[in-house]
Every structure is written in structure tokens, then in C-alpha cells.
């Protein structure tokens, strides 16, 4: 079965910091680009940063830019967003997208919730 699975979510303080892991089974991401996008309750999604197949362009919204940081580790098969700084606005669902050609996967999202 082809499938992401995000990770790494939780409840933080403001402040605070946290890792999310993107896993691909069922397929491998070495040449997939891959997009991290988040959703607030009652907004629409967002792309909040985005990675190339081999690591060496990486884009991040205004918003996270300075605080977050996307990598990929292709031997583990996994993509990772470290979020430090974290602010309340950055509470929401946080989702993976791995992109190639036609072919385009979702995880079910992992919740972020920065709340003192």
C-alpha cells in the first residue's frame, strides 16, 4: 500500500519546538518533491515549505521563514520539518505531500496545537 504517515505532533508552549517526520511506505521519495502544508480550524490550507528530490532547493512561506527548517533524509525515506519558535498561529493540521509527474500522495496529518 502507498501511503505517507506524519509524525511528530503534539501540544507545545509557545516557544517551544518540535519535529515532524513524513514516512513513505509502499513507495520511495528520492524522487518526489515534497510540500509541507498546514491547516487552521475554519482557513484554508496552506503550503508552509517545500522541498526539491535532492535537497538543494528548499522554499519556506513568509511565515515560518527563520523558524522552521524542511529536510530529507532519502536512505530513511523520510522527510522532516523541524519547527522551532512556535507561535499560536501555527496551531493546525499538519499534512505531507509528495509530488511526482501525475502521481501525488497526502498523509492523514499529524495535529500542532501551540497553546500555553
Known amino acids: 500500500q502507498l501511503q505517507l504517515v506524519e509524525s511528530g505532533g503534539g501540544l507545545v508552549q509557545p516557544g517551544g519546538s518540535l519535529r515532524l517526520s513524513c514516512a513513505a511506505s509502499?513507495?520511495?521519495?528520492?524522487?518526489?518533491?515534497i510540500r509541507w502544508f498546514r491547516q487552521a480550524p475554519g482557513k484554508e490550507r496552506e503550503g508552509v515549505s517545500c522541498i526539491s528530490t535532492t535537497g538543494d532547493t528548499i522554499t519556506y512561506s513568509d511565515s515560518v521563514k527563520g523558524r522552521f527548517t524542511i529536510s530529507r533524509d532519502n536512505g530513511q525515506n523520510t522527510v522532516y520539518l523541524q519547527m522551532n519558535s512556535l507561535k499560536p498561529e501555527d496551531t493546525g493540521i499538519y499534512y505531507c505531500?509528495?509530488?511526482?509527474?501525475?502521481?501525488?500522495?497526502w498523509g492523514q496529518g499529524t495535529q500542532v496545537t501551540v497553546s500555553s
Open positions: 505531500n509528495a509530488r511526482l509527474f501525475s502521481r501525488n500522495y
Open positions: 509502499g513507495f520511495t521519495l528520492d524522487y518526489y518533491v
